[in-house]
Structure formats: C-alpha cells, structure tokens
C-alpha cells in the first residue's frame, strides 16, 4: 500500500510489460528514479505469453543492463534446434525446413557482440521484473490502476487506484511514459489514442499442454511450424516452453471469433497433426491491427510500445520496437531531469522514432501477407507422387516468401534518424538498408557500429553513460579541448576515448566520431567543429544558456 498523501517522482511508468520494464531498467542504470505502476499482478502475462523473440539490438541494450546471462539462462531448454518448419501438422507432412542451431551453437553475427535470443515471455518478463527491481531508486507498485491524469508546467498528477483499498493516492511525477500497451487507458485521457487503426485479421491463441508431442518430434524437432492445409496457411505452431506447452495461433479472418469448444478442439488435432493427449490450458481472441498513433508526446507524457503502436507479430517487431523507444526516451529524460536537456530534445522522441514504427509496423503487415501466400491445394493430404510434387512446390514457394522474416537484422539495427531535429545535417552516404540485409554505418543517427577492440570488449561497451567523443587519430589531440570545453560549460557528460585500431578507424570513416547515450551517433568530422557550444547545444536540444548566471539550479537554466 502506498499510504496516504501524496507520492513524488521524477518518472511516472505507467504498465509493466517487457517495455514498461525496460524503461524502468534503463532509468535506473542511469540513477533516475520512477516509479512503475501496474493494475494486474507480476504473473498476469506469463499465463497468455505473447511473444517470444528478443531482438539482437534488444539483446545489445541487455549487454549494458548486465543481464545478457540471465537471458540466456532464464528456462528455455538450450538444445532445442530453432528451426522452422513448413508443415500441415507438427507430425504431419513436412513440406520444407529452415534449418537453425540450437542455443548453444549458435554465434554472433559479424556486426554485433550479442545474438538474438529465444527467450518467450513467460521466460523473459521475470528477468526484466528482477533487473527493474534492482536499483535502490525504482519502485514497481502492481495491483495499483490509473484512473485519472492531468498535467501541468510543473508536472504530472496521476490519480491512481490500489486494489483493495477505497481511498485513492495521487503521484507527482516530473514526466509520464504510457507504456500500457494497445487499447491503452493513458493515450485516451491524453488524447493521443490513434485516428485511425486497420484491423488486419481476428486472431485466437491457444495454449495447450502436450506432454508426448515432443517426444514424437524426436530426430526433427523444431521450435515454430507454420501450418499450411488444404486452403494455404492458417495458423502455427510454436513450442513456447521448449518442453511440454504449446502455443496454437490461428491466422483468423475478417470476423471476430466465437468458436464452440468442438471447434477449438478440431483445430488442436489438426495442428497437431495426429490424436495425442493434450490440456487445454487456455485460447484467447485478439484483434492483428496495423496502427501507428499522430503523436508520441503530450506535454510531459510519451507514448511507448504498444500504446504508440500495433502491428502483426509476424517478425517479432513488436516488443523489440517499443524497448528500442524506451531506451531512446530513457536518456532524454534522464537529461531533462539533471538539466542539461532542452524541450527540443525530448520532441526528438516523437521525430526519430515515430518513423521507425512505422516502417516496423509495414514490414510486420508484410510479413503476414508472405505468411498467407501458401498456395491453395486439395492435393496437400493426399498419398502418392502428385501430392509429393505438389507439397514439395508449396514448401518452396513459403519458405521463399518468408525468408526474410527470419533474417531481419535490417529492421532491428538499420534505423537511422535521418530527419532528427538534434543530429546535424552531414553526408548522408548511409548506405540502403534492406529488412534483412545489414550494412554497418557511422553516419550521424546510425547507431554506431560494433568492432571487436580485444577478444571480449566491443565498441559498444563504450556507449550509454553520457557522451562519447571517440578519436581515431594517432596524432595530437585535435583541439579536443574546445569540444570538452563546451560540454562542461553546458553541464553535457562527455568523455573522450582514444580508439587506435585501424579496422575501427575504417568503419567509422571520421577521425572524430561523437556517440549519443543511446548508442546512435550525434555527429562526426575529420576536425573539431568551428563553434563546439553550437554543436552541443544541438546535440542537447537546446538552446544557448546564460554562462554568466550564478543560479546552480541547471534545470532552470534549459530553455
């Protein structure tokens, strides 16, 4: 309970899915305080677990974090093959394989420390709940339900509802992130719920147990079938636990639906793809939509995750998306908070990611459409060679149209703010990146490359606390001390480091290379800018301070 009165904080967190506790993590590994409110109990999605895939980039704010092991670690057996198979049942006709390692095999790819991780929700939202938990400064209050909000220069009131309690408490917060997902309470009362929202289909998930299944699998088991019958795709198959429990989705159609229980039924034998024993622990109906709101912010509150955007799973975009948002949004408003941060900056979470959202949310509707693209065939069931050859030409043809689902490093580390209101206008030669094709870049909003410095350090292990001037030069220092200069004088963390290796020198292209808190690269040249304080005033999204004043107040000094 929290008692009466009323409650301060510098942050407001308003859901705590995976991106409400995210956001939590990272403001409390760079010393803000928040508090994270939640109106069900610690348990509540582990029961309906949604997504599964944690995204490399996702898996590169881990690394900072310090729980890339625990990730790894956190339950998921890992000797389960990853693979994907095409198939009208999991022990029905198998119609093509995209063969992938186990956990344990897998590696790297050249462009990153860190690999995507299969880490399912029931899994992963336990590891982020201990991580917010951790730091003395963050509160995670569940049971407790938003009922109202008002803001004003000063701040944000929340009136907020504790379950089993009559009288409600009210939170004062500096600034509020709506992290609670689609249909989400807070977008409504600030007037940020979406103009417009395409529902794509009317899904159902069903969770059931099924101790022999995998057992039977033995010798070609995989971790997500998608099942294709007589009408093309509809639905798959995914092993949520690695073990006994199973997660059947069906694609749907246009109509929300109200399946009998003879029908729920029918389609776990035909996902199955034979009669096993099986529980049905749980189904649940749910609406695929393809939306991105007008607007992240209003006044002090963002929108982030879900309450920002939805689109098709397909591709696992969702969730990797919105822990993207929160990290970017952490450390703007981390440096609103400790006053070196200006309006300009927190509007740039609106400008760099808003875009980024909606190039995810197309790609996941895209994503879908390759998934349906199966041809029809009553020949699909049948024996004899038609039926082979006719199974073997669907198999081609799904695993060709989905091919790039499954190799998206595009979507997950491509994002450049091109159009970012804090990041200079330089060359923009960044070189076209496709979904599932990533080319390294350091131009200015490219999150900055990653190159191995010694055999466990990586380039981004430099990034997160503060500013980063990086120079590759092996002469005098540049005239750093200007740019060094101007960043005390504004109160702008910013350490240099001396990178002297010649492939890094190569990547990042520039002797002198400035990287944001957020990884991604605020600016870069071959010499020191005319007019350092211009250049941090921008990079900080703000105007110029009166150095003269006496006031050490510095929040009152941002303009």
């Known amino acids: 309970m929290l008692g009466e009165g009323e409650l301060r904080t510098p942050v407001l967190i308003v859901g705590a899915g995976p991106v409400g506790l995210s956001l939590a993590t990272d403001l409390g590994w760079r010393g803000v305080p928040n508090i994270l409110i939640d109106q069900g109990s610690p348990g509540d999605r582990l029961t309906h677990p949604r997504m599964d895939n944690v995204g490399i980039r996702t898996m590169e704010f881990a690394r900072r974090w310090g729980i ?202 035909r996902g199955i793809g034979c009669d096993l024993p099986y529980d049905i622990l749980s189904w649940v109906p749910w609406s695929r939509r393809e939306m991105v709101v007008d607007r992240y912010r209003a006044g002090r509150c963002f929108l982030v995750g879900d309450s920002a955007h939805q689109l098709s799973p397909t591709g696992g975009y969702g969730m990797n998306t919105g822990i993207a948002e929160a990290v970017d949004l952490s450390w703007k408003l981390a440096a609103a908070i400790e006053g070196w941060g200006g309006d300009a900056l927190l509007d740039s979470y609106d400008a760099e990611r808003r875009p980024v959202a909606i190039r995810n949310v197309l790609q996941g509707s895209a994503n879908l459409a390759a998934m349906r693209s199966a041809p029809a065939s009553p020949l699909i069931l049948s024996a004899g060679p038609e039926a082979e050859a006719a199974r073997a030409e669907i198999g081609r043809t799904i ?38 094709q990533f080319v390294q870049s350091a131009v200015p909003g490219a999150r900055a490359p990653h190159i191995w410095l010694s055999e466990d350090r990586s380039t981004l292990d430099l990034f997160g606390d503060g500013f980063v001037l990086l120079d590759f030069g092996s002469g005098p220092d540049g005239g750093i001390d200007g740019l060094m200069n101007a960043a005390a004088d504004r109160h702008v963390p910013l350490r240099c480091e001396g990178i002297r290796h010649a492939e890094a020198a190569r990547l990042y292209q520039r002797r002198f290379v400035l990287v944001r808190p957020d990884g991604h690269i605020g600016w870069r040249g071959d010499r020191m800018p005319d007019d350092p304080h211009a250049l941090i005033d921008l990079l900080r999204g703000a105007a110029p301070i009166d150095l003269s004043s006496s006031q050490t107040n510095h929040r009152e000094n941002v303009s």
């Not at 050249?110 to 951790?134: I, M, R, T, W, Y």
């Not at 639905?235 to 009998?260: A, C, F, H, K, Y």
């Open 399 to 436: 695993q060709k149209a989905m091919h790039r689902e499954w190799r998206s490093f595009g979507i997950h580390l491509g994002a450049i703010y091109a159009d970012s209101p804090i990041i200079p206008v330089e060359d923009r030669d960044a070189p076209e990146q496709d979904v599932a």
């Open 68 to 269: 890339v092991g625990k990730i790894e670690n956190a339950g998921f057996p890992r000797d389960l093959p990853l693979s994907i198979v095409y198939a009208t049942g999991v022990l029905g006709h198998e119609l093509a394989r995209d063969t992938a390692p186990d956990k344990n095999s897998a590696v790297p790819p050249l462009f990153s420390p860190q690999k995507h991780e299969l880490c399912p929700q029931n899994f992963f939202d336990p590891v982020l709940q201990a991580a917010a938990g951790s730091f003395a400064g963050n509160t995670l209050l569940y049971g407790h339900r938003l009922v109202g909000l008002a803001q004003d220069d000063d701040g944000v009131r929340a009136t907020v509802e504790i379950s089993g309690e009559a009288a409600p408490v009210e939170i004062r917060a500096d600034y509020l992130a709506a992290c609670d997902g689609a249909g989400s309470v807070s977008a409504e009362m600030l007037g940020l719920a979406p103009s417009q929202s395409r529902v794509l289909a009317c899904s159902t998930n069903i969770f059931l147990r099924c101790p022999e299944l995998a057992a039977r699998t033995a010798g070609r088991r995989a971790y997500r079938y998608i099942l294709i019958g007589p009408d093309g795709t509809w639905g798959s198959m995914v092993n949520i636990d690695g073990r006994d429990v199973w997660r059947l989705q069906l694609l749907g159609s246009d109509e929300w639906p109200q399946w009998t229980d003879a029908e729920i039924h029918g389609f776990i034998r």
